[in-house]
């Protein structure tokens, strides 16, 4: 056992929840770095040996994170990176979620972690595209885009070729905020935001019915909106 971590080394008046952490890992699966030794640990004061179990403990821990990031550096960026989240993550990126302007000092309060190793996660969860930017979130009607609108078409064919035309098409649309290839008499659901029912009516006749390969469009507008797009559930 290590004599840095094992009970014997805490003092008695340490913060409870401190003497449970060295506790804890009181384990050889921990042991990434070597241990400081004295030439006569017992003469050595509890209250210093307890800090150097402190400080060994935390520099363990930034080990565990930088292995963690060198690992997902491997990942097929393709694949899902769930294997390589823990609670702490699903904890970032839920406060994330909530505030994407949260400073670093807060969000690090917030997940219990020490501001280093907390913008370490953040990185590493940018870098391997689990969080894909920031943004902020406008109020459409405040911007004169009362009217929102789903809308399904049907095309001609379902060659890979005229779907990639499709999407190529749509891309530059800034009315069309989102697109989907769907299920169903269907084959793809727009999304789009404009003004009002005149603006729409000109949109359809000379945006929509003019995309490659449509011949048959069925629209849905939206009467109330009773639940915005929220965050994204992370404990899957």
Not at 39 to 67: C, F, G, K, Q, W
Not at 71 to 98: G, K
Not at 150 to 168: C, I, L, M, N, Q
Not at 171 to 193: M, P, R, V, Y
Request: charge should be negative; aromatic fraction near 6%; proline fraction near 6%.
């Amino acid at each position: 056992m290590n004599p840095l971590l094992s009970g014997a080394s805490q003092p008695k008046d340490a913060p409870a929840h401190l003497r449970l952490v060295a506790l804890e890992l009181d384990t050889d699966s921990f042991r990434l770095l070597p241990t400081p030794r004295f030439e006569d640990e017992s003469e050595e004061p509890a209250s210093h040996r307890y800090l150097r179990a402190l400080e060994l403990v935390s520099a363990t821990l930034n080990r565990i994170d930088e292995h963690r990031i060198a690992i997902s550096m491997f990942v097929d960026p393709q694949l899902s990176n769930n294997l390589l989240m823990d609670s702490t993550d699903q904890a970032i990126l839920r406060e994330l979620q909530r505030d994407g302007r949260v400073t670093n000092a807060e969000l690090a309060d917030r997940v219990h972690l020490p501001p280093s190793p907390c913008l370490r996660r953040v990185k590493r969860l940018e870098a391997d595209g689990t969080i894909r930017g920031y943004r902020a979130i406008l109020d459409r009607r405040k911007i004169g885009l009362g009217l929102t609108v789903f809308t399904e078409v049907k095309v001609s064919d379902h060659s890979p070729e005229r779907a990639a035309g499709f999407e190529e098409a749509i891309a530059t649309i800034e009315e069309i905020i989102g697109c989907w290839i769907i299920s169903g008499s269907s084959d793809f659901l727009l999304q789009i935001a404009v003004a009002d029912i005149e603006a729409y009516e000109r949109f359809y006749l000379n945006t929509i019915l003019a995309l490659p390969g449509v011949y048959d469009v069925e629209t849905h507008f939206v009467l109330r909106t009773m639940k915005e797009p929220g965050p994204l559930p992370v404990d899957n």
